[in-house]
């Protein structure tokens, strides 16, 4: 197996990125074991092991706003899980609005997914998030590499394959090929992600009826909600319902969703920027 990369090596971060959410404390690689963060900085959750799919397993603990070592000294860690750190380590990097390391991350994570034996699955959700990154080529490559492996008689595969389809599509300005895409990806196989996909197409379509109702109907989904690394969109997506709801001049529907934002992101470090935006719009309708 290969070594892990060297920035997993007492590696800390700060865990803004994913506010009011969880985020793993040890990852599991074999018998190495990360130290236990501190007694004041995290409050256990019931159930303390739980799977991080679709690549590693984690002790998940809430954050409050430390530093905190998220993966020590990986010695023989496997492809999937250096995959997934990789991809982890590029959402922490899309919190902080580093645009530039998130695609490092992305592309590191790409550049493993040939050694990944569940590559259709993985594949699909890599590629979503180079294609949500403006990083349209890595999830060309991706998509390049998944479709001829995709079971066609598998819901599941070819879902997340017509799903990455609509993400390539919406990069590239197909937005009406991408909503269809995206339907297509909730009739096969719907999930978290397709679902936030399709609202999220509404919007950057400028269909805000169709996306206001969208994002609303997938808050009232619980059973669809992303209980891994994507979460994050979820949540920042509270802010953009918000504002549709405010471009259709109800505020008091927008004044609710920021506060359930807010309330979520209670203790996100102060400086992370949604945050920022979901306070100072709610402050405007003090």
Same mark, same amino acid.
């Given at each position: 197996?290969?070594?892990? =990369?060297?920035?997993? !090596? ?17 990852? =599991? ?19 303390? +092991?739980?799977?991080?799919? =679709? ?49 490092? *991350? ?7 997914? =040939? ?41 599941? *595969? ?21 909503? !269809?895409?995206?339907?297509?990806? +909730?009739? !096969?196989?719907?999930?978290? +992600? ?36 994507? *979460? ?18 109800? *505020? ?35």
């Amino acid at each position: 197996m290969p070594a892990a =990369p060297a920035e997993f !090596e007492n590696l800390a971060v700060n865990v803004a990125l994913a506010p009011g959410a969880k985020l793993p404390s040890v990852v =599991p690689a074999g018998n190495v074991s990360a130290p236990s963060p501190p007694n004041e900085a995290f409050s256990r959750v019931s159930s303390p +092991i739980a799977t991080f799919p =679709p690549f590693v397993n984690v002790t998940f603990t809430t954050y409050v706003s430390v530093p905190v070592v998220i993966a020590v000294g990986f010695v023989a860690a496997g492809p999937t899980l250096i995959t997934g750190m990789h991809l982890l380590l590029a959402i922490v990097a899309e919190g902080r609005g580093d645009a530039a390391e998130q695609r490092r *991350q992305l592309d590191a994570a790409v550049a493993g997914l =040939p050694d990944i034996q569940e590559k259709v699955v993985y594949g699909a959700i890599l590629g979503d998030a180079c294609a949500r990154a403006g990083s349209v080529d890595q999830a060309q490559k991706t998509l390049l590499m998944i479709a001829p492996l995709a079971d066609p008689h598998s819901s599941e *595969q070819v879902g997340y394959v017509d799903l990455l389809k609509g993400d390539i599509a919406l990069a590239t300005g197909q937005r009406d090929t991408a909503i !269809e895409l995206f339907k297509q990806a +909730i009739k !096969e196989n719907s999930t978290g +992600i397709s679902v936030e996909a399709l609202a999220h197409a509404y919007q950057q379509s400028g269909d805000i009826d169709a996306a206001t109702d969208a994002y609303a109907s997938m808050f009232r989904s619980p059973d669809l909600s992303l209980s891994w690394e994507p *979460q994050q969109r979820w949540v920042e997506a509270r802010y953009t319902l918000a504002t549709d709801y405010a471009a259709r001049g109800d *505020q008091q529907k927008e004044r609710e969703t920021l506060e359930t934002l807010l309330n979520l992101w209670k203790d996100a470090d102060p400086d992370l920027p949604p945050l920022k935006k979901a306070k100072s719009e709610y402050a405007k309708l003090q």
